[in-house]
């Protein structure tokens, strides 16, 4: 599968943001994993796909190149239905060489240990139940600036033109050190602070303010609750850098649980 001889037969492909939340979603059901299954009913069917995880995080900017990624369980003390889910999707080499070669302002390594970690598949085996998508995984370079990995995620915007779907994966509120554990994780609920935060992040959004989206950590106290640390918050700058300025942003599963959580997802185009 070589990307230099795809065509854009499909046109533009989409951009997601998912608010995964929760490893328990791969097999609960509630309102967010239905709204995931109803996007693999209505996106086109991509030649593979490219996900950037929170839950990878590496030295240097890293993707994954082997053929068959492995699913990785990267959480504890959940049930054992959960560390028995295999999500077989194919990796893609020549799609990782291509990202290798397309990204010209920083280097990026081909990964031959990661695989795929649970917020890449805990969502995707909802939307592409099949698992028949080739998958590459994006790590974040935790030296990078907020800046620097909002430019390499431009670099990425041709993939789109080429049947590619790019699938940020993280949750605009997560600070689990202010979770309400009185409270189910399928019950809509959130802090003032929080629902306060998702609210000004959305608005930045709709406005295209980029700027004040990659300078995060100046939006105040809320914010700075919501993103205590930018792993989660990363994946949705990797979705905005890729918005056209013709194409409209769509919300959706856009709710707060267990107080310091929000599911905000996003489609563009």
Not at 54 to 71: D, L, Y
Not at 88 to 93: D, Q, W
Not at 143 to 148: L, V
Not at 214 to 242: C, F, N, R, S, W
């Amino acid at each position: 599968m070589n990307l230099t001889n795809f065509d854009n037969s499909m046109g533009r492909m989409p951009v997601l943001f998912v608010g995964h939340g929760s490893p328990m979603y791969a097999i609960e059901e509630n309102e967010f994993v239905q709204k995931w299954r109803d996007l693999g009913k209505s996106l086109p069917k991509p030649k593979a796909i490219i996900a950037v995880s929170a839950h990878w995080e590496s030295r240097g900017t890293q993707v994954t190149a082997m053929p068959k990624p492995q699913t990785i369980h990267d959480f504890g003390g959940f049930p054992c239905e959960l560390y028995d889910i295999q999500y077989p999707a194919p990796g893609n080499p020549e799609l990782a060489t291509e990202i290798m070669k397309t990204v010209r302002n920083s280097e990026v390594l081909a990964d031959q240990k990661w695989g795929l970690d649970h917020g890449t598949w805990s969502v995707l085996r909802r939307v592409y139940p099949n698992a028949d998508i080739p998958i590459v995984q994006l790590s974040l370079d935790y030296n990078k600036s907020p800046k620097e990995h909002y430019e390499l995620a431009k670099e990425l915007a041709l993939f789109r033109e080429k049947g590619v779907l790019i699938v940020g994966s993280g949750n605009i509120v997560h600070n689990l050190r202010q979770v309400a554990w009185d409270k189910t994780d399928d019950e809509e609920f959130g802090f003032d602070w929080a629902i306060e935060a998702n609210e000004k992040i959305k608005k930045l959004v709709r406005e295209n303010d980029y700027k004040a989206l990659i300078d995060y950590h100046l939006l105040g106290k809320e914010v700075q609750m919501a993103a205590p640390t930018p792993d989660h918050y990363l994946p949705l700058l990797y979705a905005l850098a890729l918005k056209s300025d013709d194409e409209e942003v769509e919300f959706f599963n856009d709710k707060a649980v267990m107080g310091s959580l929000t599911m905000t997802s996003l489609k563009i185009g």
